[in-house]
């Protein structure tokens, strides 16, 4: 993608002002610790950064720092740049017969880096590095202090990658006592999935996104497609004792919708996506979660249920684990959890909260007989986690 | 006659004394630029702090002024003309400015800052103490306190 370009044609067309710029620079960090209660149990908190909680208390999944500057360089254009620590993020290699995961803690990244133009009053233009604007949560992903929760429900925010290079076309809307906003977004971006460790290219992912929001309620739309997926995938093969690198094609849809009510007191919300893979190599998937908390003071106790749940749609995909027998088809074992989340969320300053949470997860994955307890990558698991989140 | 007089004179004193009372206790005022005619109602208000407006009437750009989180004031103003709690409202616009989706209004540290910018911008709208309040401004809407 050209984006160097786009970028030159942005700061071209702005008209030319030579004031000083308006620069802020703010931040936000999230301090988290936890782990699950029983031995063997592992819990993915972060699928871009491979954060996830063990048996083990670990104080790097949930912990994070960004760094955010942001000038104003005239009356119509501005230039933000997001820079992102993750305490917990992995990279998996494969060596010689191994995978191998490297540390790659507070390895600083920028999720966020763009020029913003505003075309008109009403239309805003972003090209650069954006958030993939998927999920209800998908631009405020990692900002802890903006929701009650620890993380979102990572039985529905499952998405291995956050942001994309492109960009999107935001227009604001105002209908009576209505407003919001109608984004469209086009761009490329690739990633790594942590459950088969595939590397996975979206090469030009298209999508449309409407929110509106009227006192207390916000509803939200998203679709988005992309016909250009390649998935990478390299995996050790019993019938040839090595490994092989297998390459194809996975062109996908994905849709969410969402409704919160937030009336400064009482706090409900629910989101539910799909997930649907056009040439069935993979099963399709939805999600959806539903959650409520009351704001007592200070005091935001909070509970939420969430699922994930895959279709047999995978009939072209087969398994092959022990030399000589039929493959396993992927079909006839789609994946099914659920999980339950009890928390409280303490704002003890006005920029600052702490919070304390419980999920427990419950793997309902039929499993073929040879790989009981092996095929589905969750399985039950408690979690118990606490963080502190700060906005400066 | 006379009777209706003395009436009307207590009624009158009355009245002046309860205004002074009024004057006394200090109310929040919603300022803008004298030259600023506008229409800004307490919707319009609300809207510009939540950043769902940006724009007068007449499609200049406004621009909204804030006390510090620690003022009274501010806590007065969220409540009865946002309708928001404090920290409901800095969760907004924390989410605004980590998302690209705007920036949160200037804070300036005392209505006399906040009346000297708004006397000079007819682009900003700000809250104030009725206190420091001078003809230099317009005042649009009135809270008082308790």
């Known amino acids: 993608m050209k984006l160097l370009h786009w970028t030159v044609v942005a700061i071209c067309a702005g008209p030319l002002a030579a004031h000083a710029f308006e620069t802020r620079l703010n931040g936000f960090i999230s301090v988290g610790g936890g782990m699950t209660l029983s031995e063997g149990q592992e819990y993915v908190t972060d699928p871009v950064n491979f954060g996830q909680y063990t048996n083990e208390l670990s104080i790097k999944p949930d912990t994070m720092v960004a760094i955010q500057t942001s000038s104003q360089v005239n009356d119509r254009l501005s230039a933000t740049a997001q820079l992102v620590g993750f305490a917990g993020a992995k990279q998996f290699v494969k060596f010689a017969n191994a995978d191998i995961t490297v540390d790659r803690g507070f390895d600083v990244n920028f999720e966020w880096a763009y020029v913003n133009y505003e075309l008109l009053d009403s239309v805003d233009l972003k090209v650069g590095r954006i958030r993939m604007p998927v999920f209800y949560y998908s631009s405020s992903l990692d900002l802890g202090y903006s929701y009650n929760w620890i993380r979102p429900p990572a039985e529905v925010y499952n998405l291995f990658t956050t942001s994309l290079e492109g960009m999107s076309v935001d227009y604001d809307i105002s209908i009576g006592d209505w407003y919001g906003t109608a984004t469209g977004y086009y761009g490329e971006t690739s990633g790594v999935d942590p459950e088969t460790q595939s590397i996975v290219e979206f090469e030009s992912i298209l999508g449309g996104i409407i929110a509106l929001e009227r006192g207390s309620l916000t509803l939200r739309g998203s679709y988005s497609v992309d016909d250009n997926v390649s998935i990478v995938r390299t995996f050790y093969n019993p019938l040839v004792a090595g490994y092989v690198t297998q390459e194809f094609e996975l062109p996908l849809t994905f849709a969410s919708g969402s409704a919160i009510y937030d009336n400064g007191t009482v706090m409900l919300g629910s989101e539910v996506t799909s997930t649907k893979f056009k040439n069935n190599l993979n099963n399709d998937e939805s999600a959806w979660y539903v959650t409520g908390g009351v704001r007592l003071g200070s005091f935001t106790p909070h509970v939420t249920y969430s699922s994930f749940k895959q279709k047999s749609t995978a009939a072209d995909t087969s398994l092959v684990f022990i030399p000589g027998q039929a493959g396993i088809k992927v079909s006839d074992y789609p994946q099914d959890i659920s999980a339950i989340t009890a928390g409280v969320r303490w704002d003890f300053d006005i920029a600052a909260a702490i919070k304390v949470e419980y999920t427990n997860r419950t793997d309902n994955t039929a499993e073929p007989a040879i790989l009981e307890g092996l095929w589905s990558p969750f399985g039950d698991a408690q979690v118990l986690s606490v963080s502190v989140d700060v906005v400066f | ?146």
């Open chain 2, 1 to 146: 006659m006379r009777k209706n007089m003395i009436i009307k004179r207590v009624i009158a004193t009355t009245l002046f004394c309860l205004s002074l009372i009024g004057l006394a206790s200090a109310d929040l005022l919603v300022i803008v630029h004298p030259e600023n005619t506008n229409t800004i109602d307490a919707r319009f208000v609300k809207n510009l702090y939540l950043g769902k407006e940006n724009q007068f009437d007449n499609g200049d750009d406004a621009e909204a002024l804030m006390l510090d989180d620690n003022n009274e004031l501010t806590e007065l103003f969220l409540k009865e003309i946002v309708n928001q709690k404090p920290v409901q409202f800095k969760r907004l616009w924390s989410k605004a400015l980590f998302t690209g989706k705007g920036t949160p209004p200037q804070v300036l540290a005392s209505s006399a800052d906040v009346l000297r910018l708004v006397m000079s911008n007819p682009t900003m709208v700000g809250y104030i103490d009725s206190e420091a309040y001078t003809n230099d401004v317009r005042a649009v809407l009135r809270i008082k306190t308790k």
